[in-house]
């Protein structure tokens, strides 16, 4: 969709802007034609994100940002990771849209345009973090299938919808009524319509929370065609895969959800340690719920150099999936010693939290700074890498950058 829209739109001058020299006998174009050389596919371009953001499959597009892009309190979309399952919609019409409910446990099948959620139900605003169950995959040994996720697959940004459980609650809810699925218009990579990429979904308890969305804005615009628009179920603090996109329709079930990427090892970790490598079988495995406790440094960059006897600024956020983050420390030793960060409170349940240091080295020479946050049941980021799983979920391990002095 936003190539065509950028066909349909484009002038002669955008068109000759972007390929940085004129196009001889432009005017002899037929209405409508993309030269050649624009039509290679520029994520950065469509997707509007930061040229330096890392582009780790494009069949379906996942691109996840480096550090230092998520320094921003509020997470821009230039900076906003990219995990998709299927294709993105190309026909995406905001005035037609429906959103239904049906379901085991429902107790109406119903629809709601989203003229009819903005005008039936209160309007509810939360900054949300959002991070792949994947996050972290490329450190774990053996290696997991998968995008080779580092740091980037986390964000927070500010969602604007109707809360789930207000819409829930007005289809209602049959006694038995124990999950909620989505189901969406993106297209499975094989083009087949029978199979969904994707359709997760929550307990019921999670999906009544009232930071649990049905979202139409983000950052105070219209969701981008990519993270979802024009209607996206939010629910912070859990992998980003319960989010889904360009939704359509919510099912409300007497059973846990069993729709695409909900079995297998799929968004699941062994439900007790095993050793790397080990085979499990699906029965072992358990859905993942709230997310780890993590941190990370966003300023400086890993590789600061310093001067000697200059002191270091560093920032960055913390998250605990469903639970604050009490407490936020670094160490300069390789973890001999930590020393307390300022951490503040997160402006809602489900943001992440910002922390700042200021930091003196004792003399010149290389060191690498440590970033460990605690949640508030007093469970704190391993050093290392935790425990191995198959699909390499769940790495919260220290964050670290390195840092030269002298």
Known sequence: MQRRNFVQKATLASMTALLGTDIVFGASMPKYYLPLGLQDPDPFT???????MVVLNDKPWNIEAQAHLLDDKITPNSAMFVRNNGLVPEELDATTWKLSFDGESA???KSYTLQELKSQFKVHTYQLTLECGGNGRSEFDPPAKGNQWTIGAVSCATWTGVRLRDVLEDVGLKPDAVYIGYHAVD?????????????????????????TLLAFQMNGAD???????????????WPASVSGKWLNRISIRNIVHDGAKMGGDSYRVPCEPVAPGEEVKEEDMCIIESMPV??????????????????????????????????????????????????QKPINRLAWQHFSAKIDFPKKGYYEVWAKATDANGVSQPMVLPGWNPKGYLNNACHRIAVKMG
């Open 46 to 52: 469509m997707f509007d994100k930061d040229k330096e």
């Open 107 to 109: 107790i109406q099948q």
């Open 294 to 343: 993590k941190s990370l440094i966003t300023y400086p960059k890993s590789g600061a150099m310093l001067k000697e006897g200059q002191s270091l600024n560093i920032r960055g956020h913390a998250w605990a999936g469903e639970l604050e983050v009490a407490q936020m420390h670094y160490s300069i030793d390789f973890g001999a010693t930590w020393k307390d960060c300022p951490i």
């Open 187 to 211: 297209r499975h990579l094989s083009q087949n319509p029978d199979k969904e990429p994707i359709s997760r979904g929550a307990p019921m308890a999670k999906a009544l929370q009232d930071e």
């Open 223 to 237: 969701i981008p065609a990519v993270h979802g628009y024009p209607l996206r179920l939010v629910v912070g603090g």
